[in-house]
């Protein structure tokens, strides 16, 4: 398995992840039905989310550079009530976003929201991010039709690298002590993020055991730990060790950039 996630691999499991939040979707619950890991969504609003996301990045990757969004991201209001028509509009939304990656290629420039991270700002990363927005909402889909399903292996690897580079990574001054916490997935891989007044860097360690101790870290499947950092699972369900409470100052930090 390729340690980042391949161009064509990306565009397969969008595709994939968003096919199996359909199919939850389609199991019968009621479009009304709550959803726990984001308890203030219904189904519909879920499918909306994801759909409108779709839309909305189609049009930025199809874009090309810019200082700012093409379109204004919010609710989308064409998503019809209907289930089966819903369902529709989510499989077109989600082949308009795979036909725009896949005119642009992957290393063509766009604008992104993470404008001080490690990733670029490219569709190559766009895409890599989509994997993790349709791989996460498809378990919200399936945990609240009560048929939860470990994310797949090869966008949970792929995620907790993409998480931390994406999302933490930053040059804003970390407002506590230096601080190393590292993420240690069962399937033989580990990451590393440094905080400091410098800001926070993700990086992966190539030998577990091999670096200086970390002042924290958290274990568990790769899947656990991709949904522990996006806050679908308490993140002391994992096996962790050392001072835990980086973690509650992880969560609550807003860096400026």
Do not use: K, N
């Amino acid at each position: 398995m390729h340690e980042v996630l391949e161009f064509p691999a990306r565009l397969r499991l969008i595709d994939e992840r968003s096919v199996a939040l359909r199919a939850a979707v389609s199991s019968g619950t009621g479009l009304d039905a709550r959803v726990p890991s984001c308890p203030e969504w219904t189904l519909f609003d879920l499918v909306r989310h994801l759909g409108g996301g779709h839309r909305f990045w189609a049009a930025v990757v199809a874009a090309g550079p810019a200082g700012a969004p093409p379109v204004e991201r919010q609710a989308v209001s064409d998503a019809p009530r209907d289930r089966d028509a819903l369902l529709e509009w989510s499989a077109e939304s989600t082949r308009r976003l795979l036909s725009a990656l896949r005119a642009a290629g992957p290393e063509a420039g766009c604008w992104a929201w993470w404008s001080v991270s490690g990733s670029p700002r490219t569709a190559g990363a766009v895409a890599r991010h989509q994997v993790q927005e349709a791989a996460v909402h498809a378990y919200d889909a399936q945990l609240a039709v009560g048929a939860a399903q470990p994310l797949p292996d090869e966008a949970a690897l792929d995620g907790v690298a993409e998480f931390l580079s994406t999302c933490c990574t930053t040059t804003s001054a970390w407002p506590h002590e230096p601080a190393v916490v590292d993420y240690h997935a069962t399937e033989g891989r580990s990451w590393r993020l440094a905080l400091s007044a410098d800001g926070a860097r993700a990086t992966r360690l190539p030998v577990p055991g091999t670096a200086p101790a970390a002042d924290a870290c958290a274990r568990g499947t790769a899947g656990e730990l991709v949904l522990a950092l996006y806050g679908r699972i308490p993140v002391d369900s994992l096996e962790l060790d050392g001072d835990r409470r980086l973690f509650d100052l992880l969560h609550a930090w807003e860096p400026e950039d």
